[in-house]
């Protein structure tokens, strides 16, 4: 029986690069996106080493013409696709609102709200030819406007407009493609990593990466049985 396949976006380090380590050993077929075509090939030598099914796959995911063509490759070697997990994001400015440039804050979303889009709306149809896949969101709890609205939260204060508004219209994109694609069987949800240890915070996060993408891989081996349209840290859920 093949193997089911995943494909993760910007899975060359961090929670990304945990959560192909983490589903190649649950038995999943790898397809590990980059952009960079050197680090993507570096990556998927450490997993080939460990004994997963690993291949790269060069994607910009603010690119028309490079998604096409990583959805073309796919199909082309495995005619379907059982999970996708929309990863790659970038921080941006880390300035008050008032101060940050609308052409930063435009960056953010060409990677973090119309990539995960893009990706999305191109691999469909192989997502559709597997039968039961799951798409999976990784938003982040700054995205959350009932936590960031409390405060009582611990990420009251983390007031970074182009970031946070970035993974809120996640969210909703998250919630529009659950319900369309509910009566295709396929799942959508978004997943908060939480607080943890990468390059975008210079590694202060108190999380591990191990513990990130724990949340996530269980949004991406969800059955038939499991939710579509929600937003979830650690199996919780997690208020929009």
């Known amino acids: 029986m093949q193997k089911k396949t995943v494909l993760i976006t910007g899975a060359n380090k961090s929670i990304g690069f945990e959560t192909a380590r983490q589903l190649g050993r649950l038995g999943y077929a790898i397809w590990l996106g980059s952009r960079d075509d050197a680090r993507g090939a570096n990556a998927v030598r450490t997993l080939s080493a460990e004994g997963i099914d690993v291949r790269p796959l060069k994607i910009d995911v603010t ?40 052409d930063d804050i435009r960056n953010i979303y060409e990677t973090n709200v119309f990539g995960p889009i893009r990706v999305s709306q191109a691999f469909l149809p192989l997502l559709q030819n597997a039968g039961g896949a799951n798409i999976v969101m990784v938003s982040s709890g700054l995205g959350s406007l009932g936590w960031l609205s409390d405060p009582d939260n611990q990420f009251y204060g983390v007031n970074f407009l182009g970031y946070n508004s970035s993974k809120s219209a996640l969210n909703a994109v998250t919630v529009a493609l659950a319900k369309e694609l509910a009566g295709l069987g396929i799942k959508v949800n978004s997943a908060d990593p939480g607080y943890t240890a990468t390059d975008f915070n210079g590694h202060s996060g108190y999380r591990t990466v191990e513990q990130a993408a724990s949340g996530i891989v269980w949004l991406a081996t969800l059955d038939e049985d499991g939710p579509s349209g929600g937003f979830y840290f650690d199996g919780a859920v997690v208020p929009w």
């Not at 073309?72 to 008050?96: C, F, H, S, Y």
């Open 63 to 102: 690119d028309d013409e490079s998604v096409r063509g990583a959805a073309a490759q796919v199909e082309r070697e495995d005619g379907k696709l059982d999970v996708l997990i929309n990863n790659a994001g970038i921080p941006g400015q880390m300035v008050t609102p008032s101060q940050q440039a609308v």
